[in-house]
């Protein structure tokens, strides 16, 4: 039986989830860690799913049935009722490996300073990943220490939802999750990091990840480019409030039309460039806002050192401009962010 006040509570939100449900719940009674509770929130199903999760017959499901409609409303309805410190998050198209829990868990008690753990998601089924989800995962799998995951967090969602298991005092410190035209768990992670909590991830591969055309985050609009680019500088307004001294210069790099059109939203938050940073020569000269186009050299001697927003969203080429910066005696986090 399980005990009165389990280790662990799943919180897993489901709407019409079909036969990929019960593979889902196969990976979690297969843990090989046993103290859990399993949350599932019958997000107004009328494809029979409650009755899968009903069939199991495991004391340790409870079945929930949200006022509201949505993921939030499921999300937060799950929340109200976990028992558990520590909350691990799962998708009902997702599936669990088998020592998930057991090294969030441990990970999660070895460091009290901890508020949150990911694990590493493994894409599937392969003939439906794409080479952007890869580059994407490949990402995130280099970010493992809290330093890390606070340098990149305003490139992208550092986590796969699913992945994830924090403790239940992050949302009684920030709040939980929020329903708006920006995606819900960009905007918890970008609000724990804004309170200072640490997040970290586990070197192991814990969840498959499905792969679907139908993705919520390909096709709702709240997780469309332009939702987290204004969520981004929100946050990202915040931070420099927070950071940047008001003497020391705030230079982009990056001077197309795209580029502007994102730092756009920066800039309706009281935050405009001093200079724009550009290697393409009929930039460079040219002003934008008033502002001049410098080329990447001039950042070497500008006095007093900028404070540089890389706001190139490539992969492979926002590596190369760190480490130029790096080799200009740059230093990530002090003299330069990278947003997505």
């Known amino acids: 039986m399980p005990s009165q006040r389990p280790a662990i509570s799943i919180l897993l939100p489901f709407r019409d989830a079909g036969p990929w449900l019960d593979e889902c719940l196969d990976s979690i009674q297969a843990q090989s860690f046993r103290d859990f509770e399993l949350l599932a929130v019958d997000d107004h199903s009328r494809d029979g799913s409650a009755a899968r999760v009903r069939r199991r017959r495991d004391g340790r499901f409870r079945l929930l049935h949200p006022r509201g409609r949505g993921l939030v409303a ?14 691990a998050r799962m998708d009902a198209d997702d599936r669990m490996h088998p020592e998930r829990l057991q090294r969030q868990y441990h990970a999660l008690m070895r460091d009290p300073t901890l508020m949150l753990v990911a694990g590493r998601a493994r894409a599937f089924p392969d003939a439906l990943v794409r ?6 995962l490949a990402w ?11 340098r ?4 992208e969602a550092p986590f796969a939802h699913p992945s994830v298991c924090f403790r239940r005092a992050l949302v009684q410190r920030v709040g939980p999750y929020r329903a708006g035209p920006f995606p819900e768990d960009y905007d918890l992670w970008l609000r724990a990091q804004a309170a200072g909590l640490r997040m970290a991830r586990l070197p192991h591969t814990l969840i498959d990840w499905r792969e679907s055309p139908g993705r919520v985050s390909r096709t709702a609009a709240h ?15 915040r931070w420099l409030h927070r950071h940047l001294p008001p003497a020391r210069p705030l230079v982009v790099w990056g ?3 795209r580029t502007r059109q994102r730092v756009r939203h920066l800039q309706q938050r009281g935050w405009t460039p001093q200079a724009w940073i550009d290697i393409d020569p009929r930039k460079i000269g040219n002003r934008i806002g008033g502002q001049p186009v410098h080329a990447p050299s001039w950042l070497a001697s ?14 492979g080429a926002r590596d190369l401009i760190e480490a130029e910066l790096a080799g200009m005696g740059y230093d990530k986090g002090r003299d330069f962010l990278s947003v997505g």
């Open 74 to 87: 499921a999300l937060n309805t799950g929340l109200a009722a976990a028992r558990a410190p520590l909350v």
């Open 131 to 136: 080479d952007g989800m890869r580059a994407y």
């Open 140 to 150: 995130q799998d280099g970010l493992h220490t809290p330093r890390e995951i606070a």
């Open 152 to 155: 990149e967090l305003f490139v």
């Open 223 to 237: 997780c469309s480019r332009e939702a987290f680019d204004r969520l981004r500088a929100r946050y990202l307004a």
């Open 255 to 257: 001077a197309g039309r």
């Open 302 to 315: 500008a006095r007093p050192r900028p404070f540089v927003l890389i706001y190139v969203a490539v992969h």
